[in-house]
Every structure is written in structure tokens, then in C-alpha cells.
């Protein structure tokens, strides 16, 4: 009933809202319809009575039925602030929207009350105050057709109202009985938490042992029967892991004394071979030594050869060069000669025009006057050709001179020439020999190649063999190691008192007889 209470009220809150927004409606109405205030002090004095009830969080059936009996008064109170306006006829529809209304409150009766209220209103005034009902005044058939709109509407609302308070209690009801049941699950739970908490429990602690160790534990209590499956997979679970440890226990002592057998061996094998290792290592550095040098005084002959073979090119060359200077230096010779010659005619102009400048001052002087600029001009010319004559005789000292140091020249030419051939011919026997060795380190240095390549292949499979063997050296202690920590491991484990006499010795582990 808390619901349906509590809907109650919130209709009521709205209820008592919209009946103070219809006096505020009314109190506007009255500067339009000219009646006063009056129609408003009634529709207040109406609202007091069910808005106290309500602010008092009373929603119970006084304040429903006090606004039930408030609603219908709200369009009275505005027809007769319009009476004798031609539209009261559609102001009755607020009779009806107010009937509608109360429905907010989930109650039937309030429905009734203003359907009543309504019934009496129209029936009063249409026979003692026609004019607040009907613009046109009393009218009894209009009376019938309302009251029977309004009876059809009660109904209506009546059935509507009731049907819903009914499915609110039985909402209410199943809601008590849903609480209900939840109640009794949560005691199912709480008796299946008990169960399950008293197997964990017991679980726990044969857990607890054997992660302390104790195979040979065994939960002897009975569960509860949707636990007993559990208890029996334990059971079985602790039987086959003691059968478990006990065979783990027998084969690390085997693994163990094979580990330390082959670790021994493997050992040996490992000196024995870093050893051979070692010394393959040292051939293959010395011949890769060797090699490198054998391979450089290859190179370096074949480079000697081809210096020696520039240096006879070059030789030749100069050779050719000597025999060219040779033959230029013959035609500087002859080219001087020629020049001797041409000075030995410039100095005979020299003289002729020395006697001829001589014969010109002569026959100036016989002039007199007249042949003074005669005689000017052929002391210059006599001037002149005294200087060509000086300078000839120069020039031909030089060229005597340069004939001299030329023959030198050609001779020391000449000699430089045969001491090129007598070079080259040195140099042609020495890029013989020399190529000779060149060819002989080249062989020796593939040959030196050859082996240092087969060593080294010697030398990358040893060392494989060396890594394979420390592999398998490091495989051998690793599972000696891991032999003795499992045998230790093991040993941490207490199993039941089967296989006890062959396995004690191997195991070292502690055996207690199941429980």
C-alpha cells in the first residue's frame, strides 16, 4: 500500500497546484467579466479546505474527497463569472476536464463526489439560478444530455480508477512477495554458503599440505552429497601425484647418475678438443701470415716488374729524345752557318755603304753651301753603317761561339744516347728476371692460399666441434643440476609407504604412511 499511497499523494500535491492556477484564472477573469472579486474569494475559500489536508501530508481519503468535492466548484465559480455570455455553453466542458482530473488520486470515490457535485449544481440552478448555468435560462433537456455525458464519464473513470487501485495493490503485493522470496533464497544461500565454506575448508587444508608436501594426506570425512564427487577427484588427485612423485623420485636418481657419467666424459672431450682447437688455430694464424706475406712480395715484385718496365720505356724514350736533340742540335749547327754567312754580307754592305756615305761627304764638300745637308746626312749614314758593321762583327762572335758550345753539345748528346741503350738493355734483363720471380710468388702464394683456405675449413669445423662438445658439456651439467634439484625438489615431498625400500636410498625424501 506504500505505493499506492504514495502515487495518492503526489496527485493530491498536483491536484491542489491546478485548483490555486484556477483561482489565479478566476482572479484574471474578473477585470474582463466585470462581477468583482467575489467569484475569486469563493474559488480561494474553495481551495483552502483541501490544501491544508494536503501540505499536512495527509493524502488520505478526507483531503481526496475534499478535492473531489473543490474540483466541480472551479467551473461553477467561472460560469457564473460569465453568466450570460454566449459561449457558457463550452465553459461545461471544464466539467468534465475536472471530473478527468481526479483520476491522479488512484481513487473512485473522489470521481463519484465530483460527478455528484456536478449532478446537484445542474440540477439547483436550473430551476432556483437558470442564468449560471445557460445563457438562454433554464433548460431541462440540456440538463438530461450533461447528466448523461457525466454519468457515461463516472462510469468510466469509476472503472478505470478501481482497476487501477487493484493492479497498484497486487503490484504491491507481488512486490512483498518477490521481497519474500528473495528472503528465503538469500537463506538458501547463506545454508549453501555454510556447506560450501565448511568444504573449503577442509580443502584448503589438504591443500595447504600438500603445498607443504605431505602427499600422502587423504580427506577422510564425508561432504555433503552435491560436494561428494569433489572430495573422491581429491583423493584420487593426491593418489596419482603421490604415484607421480614416488616415479619422479626413482628416475632422477637414474638421470642423475647418468648426468654425472656423461659429464665426465664430455669433460675430457671438451680439453681435448679446445686443445686441437688451439693448436689448428696456431697453424691457421701462421699460414694466414704466411700467406699475407708471400701474397705482398707478389705484388710487390709484380709492381717492381711494372716500375722496371716504365723505367726501360722511359728509357727508350729518352733514347729517342737524345737522337732528336742529336739531329736538332746538327740543324742549329747548320742554321748558324747560314747565319755566318748573312753576317759576312751584312758586314760587306756595311763597308760598301761606309765608302759609299765617304764618297757622298766628299762630293758635299766640293758643294760647298749647297751640299752642307749632303754632308750631314752622309755622316749618319756613315754613323750607321760603322754600327752595323760592329754589331755584325758581334753577332758573328756569338754565332762562333754558340758553333762551338752546339758540336759540344752534339758530341755529349751523342754520348748520353749510347749510355741510354747500354740502360736499357740492363733494365730488359732485370724485368726478365724479375718477372720470373713475380710468376714463381704468385704460384707460391695461391698454393700458400689453397692450404690456408683448407685450414681454415679445418680449423671453423674444430672449433664447431669445440662449441658442440662445450654445448654438450654445459647440456651434461645443466641436467646433472637439474637432476639434483629435482631429486631435491622431490625429497621435499612426503609419499605414502609404497616402493619405500627401493626408492628411500635414491630420494633422500621423507615417507609417511597415508593417513
Known sequence: MNELNELRRKGATILVAIGWICVLVITANAFFAGTGLMPAALA???????TTLVLRGNAGSQARLALGFAYPLYPAIMLWQWSGQHWML????????????????ADWRPVLLA?????????????????????????????????????????????????????VIEQAAAQNARERTEELALEERQRAADEQNRVIDQIGSALRALANGDLSLRITSAFPASYEALRRDFNAAAGELDQI???????AGQIETGSREIRTATDDLALRT????????????TLRALNVTVTENATSAFDLQGNVTKARDDAL?????????????????????????IITLIDGIAFQTNLLALNAGVEAARAGEAGKGFAVV?????????????AANDIKALISTSSEQVSRGVRLVGQSGEALMTIVNG?????????????????????????????????????????????????????????????????????????????????????????
Open 44 to 50: 480561494a475559500a474553495v481551495s483552502i479546505v483541501p
Open 90 to 105: 463550452d465553459l461545461h466542458m471544464q466539467f468534465f476536464a475536472a471530473i478527468a482530473m481526479l483520476m491522479l488520486l
Open 115 to 167: 460527478a455528484a457535485v456536478t449532478a446537484v449544481h445542474h440540477l439547483f440552478t436550473n430551476f432556483l439560478a437558470p442564468s449560471l448555468v445557460f445563457p438562454d435560462g433554464s433548460d431541462i433537456e440540456r440538463v438530461v444530455l450533461h447528466a448523461v455525458i457525466v454519468v457515461a464519464e463516472t462510469a468510466v473513470l469509476t472503472l478505470i480508477a478501481r482497476n487501477f487501485e487493484t493492479l
Open 245 to 251: 612423485v614416488r616415479n619422479v623420485t626413482r628416475s
Open 274 to 285: 679446445e686443445e686441437q682447437a688451439a693448436t689448428l688455430e696456431d697453424i691457421t694464424n
Open 317 to 341: 724514350s729518352g733514347s729517342e729524345v737524345v737522337e732528336s736533340a742529336v739531329h736538332a742540335m746538327s740543324e742549329i749547327e747548320y742554321s748558324a752557318q747560314e747565319i755566318s754567312k
Open 378 to 390: 752622309a755622316t749618319e749614314v756613315r754613323a750607321l753603317a760603322q754600327r752595323s758593321a760592329d
Open 427 to 515: 733494365i730488359a734483363q732485370i724485368n726478365e728476371s724479375i718477372g720470373r720471380i713475380a710468376t714463381v710468388s704468385q704460384g707460391q702464394a695461391g698454393e700458400i692460399g689453397r692450404i690456408n683456405e683448407r685450414m681454415g675449413r679445418l680449423d671453423s669445423a674444430t672449433q664447431q666441434n669445440a662449441a658442440m662438445v662445450e654445448e654438450g658439456t654445459a647440456a651434461a651439467r645443466h641436467l646433472s643440476s637439474e637432476a639434483e634439484a629435482m631429486a631435491r625438489l622431490v625429497a621435499h615431498f612426503a609419499v605414502s609407504g609404497e616402493d619405500r625400500a627401493g626408492n628411500g636410498a635414491s630420494s633422500g625424501g621423507r615417507l609417511r604412511h597415508a593417513a
